[in-house]
């Protein structure tokens, strides 16, 4: 479902960097996890990096390194660094979150999407 706000994708160099930032609905309180996946072209989706409400952080060994994941709770939001771009960073990139939903004695939890951004990187 596309529920979260996403952005901050963009047309860069190689070499160059960008920030994206995705927040989560007011409803769903500090979710127990964020995180990208990417899609290129011809390509199946893949995590690149996520973070928990905790801050523990995992990334995919392509971007280790260049790419670092944190959070600000207070504003429900993620942020994704992406440094020394390449090209084969290029991908629309989808924000995901996962979490509880509500604030009664036993919320539900849901993972919800963002729309994607695109992310270009020329050689």
């Not at 995705?22 to 979710?31: D, E, I, K, S, V």
């Not at 060994?61 to 942020?79: E, H, L, M, P, Q």
Request: with cysteine; net charge neutral.
């Amino acid at each position: 479902q596309v529920r979260l706000l996403e952005s901050g994708g963009g047309l860069v160099q190689s070499g160059g960097s960008l920030r994206l930032s995705c927040t989560a609905p007011g409803n769903m309180r500090g979710p127990n996890a964020m995180g990208w996946h990417r899609q290129a072209p011809e390509k199946q989706r893949e995590l690149v990096a996520a973070i928990s409400s905790g801050g523990l952080t995992q990334y995919a060994d392509s971007v280790k390194g260049r790419f670092t994941i944190s959070r600000d709770n207070t504003k429900n939001t993620a942020y994704l660094q992406m440094n020394n771009l390449k090209p084969e960073d290029t991908a629309v990139y989808y924000c995901n979150a996962f979490g509880a939903v509500g604030d009664g004695p036993t919320p539900e939890f849901e993972e919800y999407w963002g729309q994607g951004t695109q992310v270009t990187v020329s050689s």
